[in-house]
Each structure stands twice: as structure tokens, then as C-alpha cells.
């Protein structure tokens, strides 16, 4: 089992940077493929990015594609999202997700974080 804690969240204006991270505890990090996904109100949960277990193969939302960067070390047992020239329509409460499977970055989550809100005001 591992334990996922998000941080980093916040409130920033369209068009800026914020970078959120998930720290892992419990099992062995380098044995799960990570994600992230977010929710915004009254809306269902969105794959946003998924990466293997080595950082090698990484996957992205089309929303996303171009303006979010995932990435993991390993060492440290943590897995970012960069996400840059946000908008409005990016505000949403994003959740980590790790999945069992080391090679996949289509995100199948086994395990939650207890999410962090991104407020992007226009």
C-alpha cells in the first residue's frame, strides 16, 4: 500500500505557473506508474497526466498537452505537475493517483491523495 499527499495548490492569475507535488510513503515509489487528475465543480474526475515508473513514457490530457509537464524522482518518492499558462478553465481540485502497474502511463489509479485546490482567476 502507499500513502499519497498533494501540496502546492493555490491561487494564481490566467496565464501564470504553479507547480503541485505528491509525496509517497509506504511501498516502494519506483513500483507505481503515477497520475494526476482533477476535478472541477459539478464536474466528473479527468485524467490530466500520467507517467511510468522511471520518468521515461509520460501521457497528457489534450486540454493539457503543451502547457502541463509530469515528472517523478524517485529518490525522493515524488511526483510533480508543472502546469504553465493556466486558465480559468484549469481551476479544479487535483488529486494524485498511483497505479500498480510500473509501465503504463494510462493511469488506472489503485491509490488517492486527498487532493490540492488550483484557482486560476481571469
Known amino acids: 500500500q502507499v500513502q499519497l499527499v498533494e501540496s502546492g495548490g493555490g491561487l494564481v492569475q490566467a496565464g501564470g505557473s504553479l507547480k503541485v507535488s505528491c509525496a509517497a510513503s509506504g511501498r516502494t515509489f519506483s513500483r507505481y506508474a503515477m497520475g494526476w487528475f482533477r476535478q472541477a465543480p459539478g464536474k466528473e474526475r479527468e485524467f490530466v497526466a500520467g507517467i511510468n515508473w522511471s520518468g521515461g513514457s509520460t501521457e497528457y490530457a489534450e486540454s493539457v498537452k503543451g502547457r502541463f509537464t509530469i515528472s517523478r524522482d524517485n529518490a525522493k518518492a515524488t511526483v510533480y505537475l508543472q502546469m504553465n499558462s493556466l486558465k480559468p478553465e484549469d481551476t479544479a481540485v487535483y488529486y494524485c493517483?498511483?497505479?500498480?502497474?510500473?509501465?503504463?502511463?494510462?493511469?488506472?489509479?489503485?491509490?488517492w491523495g486527498q487532493g490540492t485546490q488550483v484557482t486560476v482567476s481571469s
Open positions: 493517483a498511483a497505479d500498480r502497474r510500473v509501465y503504463t502511463t494510462t493511469i488506472i489509479p489503485a491509490y
